[in-house]
């Protein structure tokens, strides 16, 4: 279940960011900006939803330093412990939505070494 929480917190931490620059790193936008791909991500199959994939595309990006990042998958990973989340869907959900997010999604993930 631990390995099954990293993922998702990566996954989270990749495409989800509602705050503009500058402004702090918080777990309820995290946690709010990915929330309709819940369900997709504990079931898996077929297609993430369009309002899944709208907020997955409209944070990628949105998250500009190393520090964000480390932050929010952090943040995220003392959250996530909680999802059944699928390892693989979560791993394949960035590039189902037409999102790059230019880190690998692992359950060995280490926030530290996030850059």
Do not use: W
Request: aromatic share 2%.
């Amino acid at each position: 279940m631990k390995g099954v929480a990293v993922v998702f917190v990566v996954v989270l931490a990749a495409v989800s960011l509602a705050a503009s620059p500058g402004e702090a790193v918080s777990c309820g936008e995290l946690q709010s900006s990915l929330s309709p791909c819940l369900s997709y991500l504990q079931a898996g199959g077929g297609e993430p939803s369009e309002s899944c994939c709208g907020g997955v595309r409209s944070v990628t990006g949105s998250i500009q330093s190393t520090q964000d990042r480390q932050t929010a998958c952090n943040c995220l990973k003392s959250a996530a412990s909680s999802y059944n989340v699928r390892t693989d869907v979560a791993a394949n959900l960035p590039g189902k939505c037409g999102a790059s997010i230019g880190m690998t999604i692992s359950p060995n993930v280490d926030c530290s070494q996030i850059s």
